[in-house]
């Protein structure tokens, strides 16, 4: 069975771009949940997708968006990048109590 | 508002002693707790879940509601549990997890 596949794995941007981040879960799996780590703020929670609709929401600006597809298969989108939004961005895929994490997109704004 | 407090950034042992990974929360309702492992250049990975109430890799987690808290433990470390473990927080019944700041574990030999 595929693991967690997340692209790309590494991007640069400038700041004002926008980018898309993909996920693509673990076969059977309609859970699919995105967090942003840091050094500065840690892990936190961004958004998850069930059965493509956001289940729930993290408590992030308006510029961090996602949606999910009906594979399953999720994107997140952030626009108008801030040199704060540098981070490496994790996405997990779940079904029942099992959960599996992606090895995450590092993101660098300049 | 939920918080999730690991006063350990760094828990050195040596191998065959006992660890425990302190998690304390402050959460009014009905929490869900999860205790996370992330070991050198590994991905993260879900190590238990309270509701579960499983036993992973010799490591136990009970949740005490009196004292708000939901400590990691092991009776004998192992080299191999050298690793950055986080411990989170949901609300019961949803998934919006608050994480804490992560306590890095060293077993020496």
């Known amino acids: 069975k595929a693991g967690v596949t997340q692209t790309p794995r590494y991007l640069i941007k400038t700041r004002g771009q926008q980018v898309t981040l993909s996920c693509s879960p673990i076969?059977?799996?309609?859970?699919v949940s995105w967090y942003q780590q840091t050094p500065g703020q840690g892990l936190q929670f961004l958004f998850e997708y069930f059965s493509e609709t956001q289940r729930n929401k993290g408590n992030f600006p308006g510029r961090f968006s996602g949606r999910q597809f009906s594979n399953s298969r999720s994107e997140m989108n952030v626009s108008t990048l801030e040199l704060g939004d540098s981070a490496l961005y994790l996405c997990?895929?779940?079904?029942?109590?099992?959960?599996?994490f992606g090895a995450g997109t590092r993101l660098s704004v300049l | 508002a939920q918080r999730v407090t690991q006063p350990e950034k760094l828990l050195s042992v040596f191998k065959g002693a006992p660890v425990e990974l302190k998690c304390n929360y402050s959460?009014?309702?009905?929490?869900?707790l999860f205790w996370y492992v992330q070991y050198s250049r590994q991905r993260l990975q879900l190590l238990l879940r309270h509701i579960s109430r499983e036993s992973i890799k010799g490591f136990t987690a009970d949740l005490n509601k009196g004292e708000t808290s939901f400590h990691l433990k092991k009776p004998f470390a192992q080299e191999e549990d050298s690793a950055m473990y986080y411990c989170a927080l949901t609300p019961g019944g949803s998934y919006i997890p608050t994480f804490g700041r992560g306590t890095s574990l060293i077993v020496h030999p």
């Open positions: 076969s059977g799996h309609r859970s």
């Open positions: 997990a895929s779940s079904e029942g109590l099992h959960q599996y």
């Open positions: 959460y009014s309702g009905s929490p869900e």
